[in-house]
Every structure is written in structure tokens, then in C-alpha cells.
């Protein structure tokens, strides 16, 4: 049987007296490749402050790895790369090995000794993103792209389960947005990473993906990606309440 690494139970949220998520039940799978997909301000980033728990819910559950959030304390079983990790200007002063390097803190703590063999686990991260030649450089040189997979390798190091990533695709130029899936089917595949994908932007739900989930403050849909392919564009204007279209 599959483990559900998330489970959220009607979960409802509130900031103040702005209702943002209302009655959200759904599960992530091990094994599974999903993308989030929701318009700008339809409660995302919210969602995935409940599940990092940063945020808690106002009703309902959150479990992560089968644990209320409340005593989840494998903190270091989620990766998460935000949307702003890659926002470096070409001056800042720190090499693509310090980066990722310092992922490594979230496993061996903040004040503990880093591992004699740290270089290699830094070698090896950056190979499971391609990026392994660009070990010395620095990192506001790299393109936003590139800059990416760093931060993902910076996540890896730490041997998240899951990995979640926040927009990954904004600021990756069209040619390169191909290579930059296969890269996380890869991670998928064969390294066994379950993985969310947060996106705004329907065209950017590939068919790499396993599972799509339409959130606008509840979950509209969540299944297989062939099911959503069926959707219309009728439909998701109906959920996003505005011009929202597939482009086959
Ligand atoms: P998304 O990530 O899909 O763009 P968000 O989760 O950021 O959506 O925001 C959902 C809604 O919650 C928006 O209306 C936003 O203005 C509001 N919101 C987000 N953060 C806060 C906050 N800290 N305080 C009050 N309202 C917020």
C-alpha cells in the first residue's frame, strides 16, 4: 500500500477575518509528482505555510508522514525551495559549493560539526541537477534556471523525501524548461523523491506530472493528470473565476 506522506482533513484558514482556505481535504502519495496549480492569490502559498507549519490550521487536520503536525519533528524529510531563493544579484559573494553546503545544517544541525566528507555529498547533490561543473562559481553569475537547481541540490543534500518547490519554472527561459523537468522526473524516478509542484500557470503543467490539484481557497480537482487533461477550459474558468486556459 502507498504511504500518504501529507493528509489534510477539512482544513479551514483564516488571516484575520480574510477567509483563505475553506474545507481543503486531500493526500499526497509516496511516489507522487504533483502540481499545485491555483491563480495568483487563490491561497497557495498559505497551504504550504500549513504544511511546513508555519502556519495552523483554524479547523481540520494536517498530518505529515502519517503525524499530526503538531508533533512532527522529521522536519528535515521536507525540502522546500522558494520561489525567492534565486533572486541573487551578479555581485552576491558565495559559490555554488557554499550554497549548497549549507543545506546541510537542516540535517546536522546549526552548530554541529559539517561532515568530514561534506564536498563529496556537495558533488553528488549538484550531479543529481546537472550542475556539478559549476561547483566554484558564484552563484549570481548562474542564470535564474541554474540558479534553481542549485537550490534544489542546497534541498537534496539534506535527503528530503519530499521536496517541494514554489514556482520553479518562473525565470527559466522556454528552450530550458524541458531539460529542467526531466531533471525532476529524474528525482522522481530514480531517485524516489515525492515531489509539489506549486504553479500559477496552466501551460506549465506538464505531462511529466503524475497529479494535478486545483485549489482557488478549496480543492476544485485532485487525480491523475490524464483526468485533468479532460477538464475544459469552461470548467477551469468556472473554478478561477476568470480567463484561465489549456493550450494543447
Ligand atoms: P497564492 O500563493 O495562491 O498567490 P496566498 O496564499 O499568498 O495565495 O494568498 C491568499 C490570500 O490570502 C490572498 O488574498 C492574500 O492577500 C491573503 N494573504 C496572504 N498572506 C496574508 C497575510 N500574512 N495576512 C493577511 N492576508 C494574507
Given at each position: 500500500?502507498?504511504?500518504?506522506?501529507?493528509?489534510?482533513?477539512?482544513?479551514?484558514?483564516?488571516?484575520?477575518?480574510?477567509?483563505v482556505?475553506?474545507?481543503?481535504?486531500?493526500?499526497?502519495?509516496?511516489?507522487?509528482?504533483?502540481?499545485?496549480?491555483?491563480?495568483?492569490?487563490?491561497?497557495?502559498?498559505?497551504?504550504?505555510?500549513?504544511?511546513?507549519?508555519?502556519?495552523?490550521?483554524?479547523?481540520?487536520?494536517?498530518?505529515?508522514?502519517?503525524?499530526?503536525?503538531?508533533?512532527?519533528?522529521?522536519?528535515?524529510?521536507?525540502?522546500?525551495?522558494?520561489?525567492?531563493?534565486?533572486?541573487?544579484?551578479?555581485?552576491?559573494?558565495?559559490?555554488?559549493?557554499?550554497?549548497?553546503?549549507?543545506?546541510?545544517?537542516?540535517?546536522?544541525?546549526?552548530?554541529?560539526?559539517?561532515?568530514?566528507?561534506?564536498?563529496?555529498l556537495?558533488?553528488?547533490?549538484?550531479?543529481?541537477?546537472?550542475?556539478?561543473?559549476?561547483l566554484?562559481?558564484?552563484?549570481?553569475?548562474?542564470?535564474?534556471?541554474?540558479?534553481?537547481?542549485?537550490?534544489?541540490?542546497?534541498?537534496?543534500?539534506?535527503?528530503?523525501?519530499?521536496?517541494?518547490?514554489?514556482?520553479?519554472?518562473?525565470?527559466?527561459d522556454?528552450?530550458?524548461?524541458?531539460?529542467?523537468?526531466?531533471?525532476?522526473?529524474?528525482?522522481?524516478?530514480?531517485?524516489?523523491?515525492?515531489?509539489?509542484?506549486?504553479?500559477?500557470?496552466?501551460?506549465?503543467?506538464?505531462?511529466?506530472?503524475?497529479?494535478?490539484?486545483?485549489?482557488?481557497q478549496?480543492?476544485?480537482?485532485?487525480?491523475?493528470?490524464k483526468?485533468?487533461?479532460?477538464?475544459?477550459?469552461?470548467?477551469?474558468?468556472?473554478?478561477?473565476?476568470?480567463?484561465?486556459?489549456?493550450?494543447?
Open positions: 500500500m502507498t504511504k500518504s506522506l501529507i493528509e489534510l482533513k477539512n482544513v479551514s484558514f483564516q488571516y484575520e477575518h480574510t477567509k482556505l475553506h474545507n481543503i481535504s486531500f493526500s499526497v502519495s509516496e511516489g507522487d509528482f504533483l502540481a499545485l496549480l491555483g491563480p495568483n492569490g487563490s491561497g497557495k502559498s498559505t497551504l504550504l505555510k500549513l504544511i511546513l507549519g508555519i502556519e495552523k490550521p483554524l479547523t481540520g487536520e494536517v498530518n505529515l508522514f502519517g503525524v499530526s503536525t503538531n508533533s512532527f519533528v522529521n522536519r528535515e524529510w521536507i525540502g522546500y525551495v522558494s520561489q525567492k531563493s534565486n533572486a541573487f544579484n551578479s555581485s552576491f559573494p558565495a559559490t555554488v559549493e557554499e550554497v549548497v553546503k549549507s543545506g546541510l545544517t537542516k540535517k546536522v544541525g546549526l552548530f554541529k560539526r559539517m561532515p568530514k566528507n561534506s564536498k563529496e556537495v558533488i553528488e547533490a549538484l550531479k543529481s541537477v546537472g550542475m556539478e561543473d559549476y566554484s562559481r558564484n552563484i549570481g553569475q548562474l542564470s535564474g534556471g541554474q540558479q534553481q537547481r542549485v537550490f534544489i541540490a542546497r534541498a537534496l543534500i539534506a535527503e528530503p523525501k519530499l521536496l517541494i518547490l514554489d514556482e520553479p519554472t518562473v525565470g527559466i522556454h528552450e530550458n524548461v524541458q531539460s529542467f523537468y526531466d531533471m525532476l522526473v529524474r528525482l522522481n524516478e530514480e531517485q524516489k523523491k515525492t515531489i509539489i509542484l506549486v504553479t500559477h500557470d496552466v501551460d506549465t503543467v506538464s505531462n511529466r506530472i503524475s497529479h494535478v490539484a486545483c485549489l482557488n478549496t480543492i476544485h480537482f485532485h487525480g491523475y493528470k483526468d485533468f487533461d479532460a477538464i475544459s477550459n469552461e470548467q477551469l474558468n468556472d473554478w478561477y473565476g476568470h480567463s484561465v486556459r489549456k493550450i494543447h
